[in-house]
């Protein structure tokens, strides 16, 4: 166990690294005039440090590879603090990449409701998006349920399971080359007080019954990945999360990929 845990965190550090050396050579890019004017600019927030930092670093790294081959420039933050309609107007993608729908700020919550509404970027969330509850001693964010389809977080699958995803709507954009199906290796896969398939256009779902190894924690109907149609902006909800591990799978990759374009209107 000792070393394995020191083979992760060295793991861990080399990517973080990786995230630093890319950032540094994109810098040194745009001081040489390499770089063109992006396509468009992406904001991403994500949780400092906690168990999804791995996943955050491991994003950060594969988002920079992204940035580079499709033009996009991308921007970090940590938590609300600087969102209001101001620092939106910047940006024509939104991605929530593990923080959950409380400790905004009122101005944030005001701006991110008038963003989606309006339709005046795109939105990507993945994973503790839908963190849906009283947590850390914060209400639930009422308008954020409705946006995820009404959903309230139940539990989840706190020892893992491998699952086979289900595509249901392969004719959109964001599912393009994923097949009927693809695998998804030790998620903790999470249940809600009910689906939210009435008030969302689900475009794929997990087959309970294909967990490995088999789990009691189930919804029966269980969609993962799904788009919010009620708003004008595009946004995607895509469930998987949790482990750096996933950017290893291709299937994920490419909806990641997908999403991105489509989001932002590319």
Request: glycine residues 6%.
């Amino acid at each position: 166990m000792l070393l394995q845990r020191y083979s992760c965190s060295r793991q861990f550090r080399f990517q973080h690294l990786l995230v630093v050396i890319c950032m540094m050579l994109a810098s040194a890019s745009v001081l040489l005039g390499q770089t063109p004017s992006p396509k468009f600019r992406v904001i991403a927030i994500a949780e400092k440090g906690g168990i999804h930092k791995p996943f955050v670093d491991a994003a950060k790294i594969w988002l920079q590879k992204e940035s580079i081959a499709d033009g996009v420039a991308i921007d970090y933050i940590e938590d609300t603090a600087k969102i209001d309609d101001e620092f939106l107007s910047h940006y024509q993608l939104f991605i929530q990449l593990n923080y959950p729908p409380y400790m905004w700020t009122p101005t944030a919550m005001a701006a991110f409701v008038k963003y989606i509404e309006q339709g005046k970027g795109g939105w990507i969330g993945f994973h503790h998006a839908t963190l849906l509850g009283e947590f850390d001693g914060y209400q639930m964010w009422p308008w954020f349920s409705t946006f995820m389809g009404g959903i309230r977080f139940k539990t989840y699958i706190p020892d893992f399971a491998t699952g086979k995803v289900t595509v249901e709507d392969p004719n959109h954009p964001a599912m393009k080359g994923l097949g009927s199906s693809f695998q998804i290796e030790n998620e903790e896969w999470y249940t809600y007080d009910k689906s939210p398939r009435p008030n969302v256009h689900v475009l794929a779902s997990v087959d309970e019954k294909t967990y490995t190894p088999p789990r009691s924690i189930t919804m029966g109907d269980h969609p993962v990945v799904w788009t919010n149609e009620h708003v004008k902006a595009r946004n995607i909800y895509i469930f998987m999360g949790h482990h750096p591990e996933l950017f290893d799978n291709s299937a994920f990759a490419t909806l990641f990929h997908n999403s991105i374009l489509w989001a932002a209107n590319q």
